[in-house]
Structures are given as C-alpha cells and as structure tokens.
DNA sequence: CTATGTGAATTTATTCACAGCA
DNA sequence: TGCTGTGAATAAATTCACATAG
C-alpha cells in the first residue's frame, strides 16, 4: 500500500488506542487482536485495522499486534516519541485539573511553564513548576516550548493566545468558551465543555 | 424541502451557534447574516446555511437571519427549551471547575445534584447544592434527573456509570479517562482531555 | 484455522454553484 | 442587489468482504 495522508479522525483516534496498549503492556501483555482492542476502546476490529493500515503493516496474521512495537510506531506518527513540554495559562480548577492529570506524562506531555495574572498565584509552586506572570509568555520562545493550554477566562482567551502565537507556539488546546482567532500556521483544539454538554438532551427521550 | 434526520456533525456545531446568537442577542443585535456568524464561530458561512437547512427555513433573504427566533428554534431542536437538571459525580478540581461554568445555565443546564465519595466533602454546599454521598446515585430517579457527569478518577468510573444507568440516567457527559460500557439506549460523550493533548504534536511542524 | 490488511462499496459530511426570494 | 436555501458534486470516513499470511 502506497502510505498518503492519516485521516484527521484517525489521528484523533491514535492517542486512545496508545493509552489501551500503554494499559495492556503494564499489565504484561505482549501482543493483543484488533478485536480485543476494539472492545476495549470501543470501536469495531476493521476500524482499529484500517487506521493501522494507514502508516504500515504491524501485525501478525493468526496472532495480533505486538503491543510494544506498536505503541513505539504510535508514538513515533504522534511525534510523542520524545517528550513534549508544554505550558499552561490560567491556574484556577480546570489548569489545576490539567496540571493533577497524570496521564500527560505517559503522552510524552511534560507541563514545564505555569502562567496566572493572579498576583497572589504567582511565585506559588505546583507539583514542582513555579507559576509564573502572564507577562512573562514571551520567554517561551528561548525555552522552546510550543505547545499551549489555554484554560482562561472567556474575555482573557484570544489576548493570550496572540501572545502565545507571539510567543512561538504553534499548537493551542483552548478550554475557553469561544473561538480564537490564529494564523492558519497555528493548529487549535478547543475542547468546549459546555457545548458538549448541551448536545446531550439532543440523544436523550423525552418521556 | 424533506426534513430526515439531522447530521451528528450538525448537532454537535448548533450549540456552538446558539452561543454565538445568545451572544450576539446579548450585544442588541437582532439579526445576523450567515457570513457574520460563520467569521464569529470559525466556520464557512455556507456550512451554517446547510446545517439550518437540515431542519427548517429560518432566514430571510437579502437579510439574514432573526437571532431571537433562529436561537428558539436551535433550543427547541436540542431539546434546550425546558431547563434540564443534570448531576455531577467527583467534586475534585474538575467537577469544581464545571460547576463553576457559568455558560450551563445559559443553554438551559442546571446541576442540581452533586455527589462525591469523600466523607470529607459530604455535606459540604457548592454555590447552593450540597455534596451528597455517592451512596444516593439512586435517588436520581426519583429526582427525574436523567443527565450526568462523571468526573472521577477512572478507575471508579465505570462503578459509577453503572450506578447512573441504575437510577435511569440516559446522557452521561464522562471526563474519565476510559472508555465506559453502557447498554446501547444511553448516550455517552466522552471528553478526554489527555488524547486531546496529546494529538496537538501531530499537526505541530518539528524544526 | 485465525486474525491481519486492503481494495471496493457504502455511508456520511463538506463544498460548490446557482436558483429564488426579499 | 444581497443573502438564503438546496440540489448536485466532491471529499472524507466507515463498513464490508475476502484474499492473504502465519
């Protein structure tokens, strides 16, 4: 097969089936089916099988994958195959949330710069990261860290995602309730909770 | 036009128009055209058109469309028109976090229930509802609340999905980094801010 | 005999182009 | 003339069916 371009939604997809090998592999599995797999993330086998078909050829027929070499290849597509740092902007409970999370570190995520406008935040220590002024965004740049998450106020979002852009970043996960506007150079994730919750009544009879 | 089901794609992007039309509401804008709400959301003014095409003719031509009417239509598609209560389970920095959203009630959301396994926080009040013990899932019931949230670590996670579909929860919002199995009648969107993150390097250029 | 890999078929979603109405 | 509404065209994603390899 002639390797082109991964579909976005298989791209999507990846980090899930990583962190059910990542899963798998802890629990001293060595190779696993699609089928298995499927039923773990929750996905049907010829699904699991076509995005694997996309960059190569990793499993063995009448056995399965090997868990080991293919979380490696995932994580190589992902380029999560060497850690990433990352910083977060805005230190209230959705950045303490983020920062608790202790899945990032199995992503090769590595959230090394903290930001807050609150005075009283700044200086304080979390985990082992210091947070640091808002006005200190463009230091990013010289500690080449690119990737950002913005977990702001609303009103405060698009100021600081241009001073992140400003800054170098080139990939933002926004949590704020609104669009941000970036160069095209520049890829956005917005994870809306609020949206999502809002088109749960949609699926749900109505008595 | 025949009107026949309308597109996931489409429902998940309503929400996020209705924002914007509440917004602009909220700015004494009594109209907007395709175009202006497409630069407002990030999207293609003929998306938009499409989307509100899929059930109903709400614009005039050469105008635009009436915010106040295509915003009760949008409310009345997803089901947003009567105020849904909805429970939250883990009050830890995430579930403080979304309690904290103000947009919820905005969409006709209210968190009216809200549980947690720790003694510590039982009884506690959150803005005006009090921390109930995991224990009383079932009284959700009677309570007619059908809509949930899961924000608890993941390993009690699928405890309390269980728990939810006991006491006749059918749209479960899950924050918890697994995928959860629910019988098929119960609709389930998951957040999973981790993947998320960890997708971001992919579409970042490495230099 | 089992489970992968993949073209082909199907379904779903997006984009286009323009007719139609105010 | 301006902006909507929508069939038709295109593109993208999913599902199927089966050849193929261990």
């Known amino acids: 097969m002639r390797y082109h371009r991964i579909p976005d939604e298989?791209?999507?997809?990846?980090?899930?089936?990583?962190?059910?090998?990542?899963f798998a592999a802890d629990q001293?599995?060595?190779?696993?089916?699609?089928?298995?797999l499927a039923d773990f993330v929750g996905v049907n086998p010829w699904q699991i099988r076509k995005d694997f078909s996309y960059f190569g050829e990793f499993g063995?027929?009448?056995v399965g994958y090997d868990i080991y070499e293919l979380a490696q290849q995932i994580k190589k597509i992902l380029k999560l195959d060497?850690?990433?740092?990352?910083?977060?902007?805005?230190?209230?409970?959705?950045?303490?949330?983020?920062?608790?999370y202790p899945d990032l570190r199995m992503f090769g995520l590595d959230i090394t710069a903290v930001f807050d406008v609150n005075p009283r935040k700044i200086g304080r220590k979390v985990g082992d990261?210091?947070?640091?002024?808002v006005s200190r965004l463009r230091?990013?740049?010289?500690?080449?860290?690119?990737l950002a998450i913005i977990a702001v106020p609303r009103n405060a979002a698009q100021k600081v995602a241009e001073a992140l852009v400003r800054a170098g970043v080139m990939g933002i996960l926004n949590f704020s309730a609104c669009y941000i506007t970036v160069p095209r150079r520049v890829k956005v994730i917005t994870i809306d909770i609020a949206t999502?919750?809002?088109?749960?009544?949609?699926?749900?009879?109505?008595?």
Chains 1, 2 share one sequence.
Not at 82 to 100: D, F, P, W
């Open 10 to 22: 298989t791209v999507r997809r990846l980090p899930i089936y990583l962190r059910a090998l990542l």
């Open 28 to 36: 001293g599995q060595e190779s696993i089916s699609s089928r298995d």
């Open 60 to 62: 063995t027929r009448g």
């Open 82 to 100: 060497v850690t990433k740092q990352a910083a977060l902007v805005g230190v209230g409970n959705l950045g303490s949330a983020i920062l608790a």
């Open 129 to 133: 990261v210091e947070i640091e002024s």
């Open 139 to 146: 230091t990013l740049e010289r500690r080449k860290i690119n």
């Open 196 to 207: 999502d919750l809002a088109r749960l009544p949609y699926y749900v009879p109505t008595r």
